[in-house]
């Protein structure tokens, strides 16, 4: 069954507290990317991996982290600071560069309390 | 630079009614353009795309979308709505000239379809 799966689904953090959120891939795209989502604003891109061993930052990246060690593996770390990470968290994978779609993950929705 | 908008927050159809969902880009070169639809508490799906070639995109589930380019536009099609078709639809583009695979979105559209 191939796709790309999120960890956990839901996800509570205390603030102050660093968090990682799961994204594995067995598609074998070469690329992943980390969106974030929030009511009425669409997607926005927090960071992308073009290749292992390397990422780039998107429009949102302060206070997330990211790393690429495995093709399969784009895991996002959300720092503490990262004012408000509340959001619903959205990982995908597509192939290559030129005009191929993403594939979505099911999400990981944080929340801080 | 790139970006999309959706001028609808909402739309409502009737159940069997032909739907329409807007969508309107601005790009440097020729653009890629994506739909996606998104039910409640999950992940985008892909429904279908323009990269070149004819104007009238065939996707997912019934829908299609035509490509404007004069009027750089990308409206969501569908000729007979059912309820199940009730969801959020984004839409997303990049430019061919950019290295990167990275897709704009725009806000999405909420479409509900009234039984």
């Known amino acids: 069954d191939g796709g790309i799966t999120q960890s956990p689904k839901y996800l509570f953090r205390k603030e102050g507290q660093n968090v990682t959120l799961s994204c594995e891939q067995n598609?074998?795209?070469?690329?992943m990317y980390w969106y974030r989502q929030d009511p009425g604003q669409g997607l926005r891109l927090i960071y992308y991996?073009?290749?292992?061993?390397?990422?780039q930052k998107g429009d949102i990246a302060e206070g997330y982290s990211v790393s690429r060690e495995k093709k399969e593996s784009f895991p996002l770390t959300v720092t503490s600071a990262q004012k408000n990470p509340t959001a619903f968290y959205l990982c995908?994978?597509?192939?290559?560069?030129?005009?191929?779609?993403?594939?979505f993950g099911p999400g990981t929705r944080l929340t801080v309390l | 630079a790139q970006s999309v908008a959706q001028p609808e927050d909402q739309v409502n159809v009737a159940e069997g009614n032909p739907l329409t969902v807007k969508c309107t880009y601005s790009?440097?070169?020729?653009?890629?353009l994506f739909w996606y639809v998104q039910y409640p508490n999950r992940g985008l799906q892909f429904l279908l795309k323009y990269i070149t070639g004819d104007n009238l995109v065939k996707g997912s589930y019934g829908f299609e979308a035509e490509f404007n380019k004069s009027q750089t536009s990308f409206h969501l099609k569908k000729p007979s709505a059912l309820v199940s078709d009730s969801a959020l639809y984004f839409c997303a583009v990049r430019a061919d000239q950019t290295g990167a695979n990275n897709l704009f979105f725009g806000t999405g559209t909420r479409l509900t379809v009234i039984p």
């Open positions: 991996s073009q290749i292992v061993n390397d990422f």
């Open positions: 790009v440097s070169g020729n653009p890629y």
């Open positions: 995908a994978s597509s192939m290559g560069r030129t005009g191929n779609e993403q594939f």
């Open positions: 598609l074998n795209h070469d690329a």
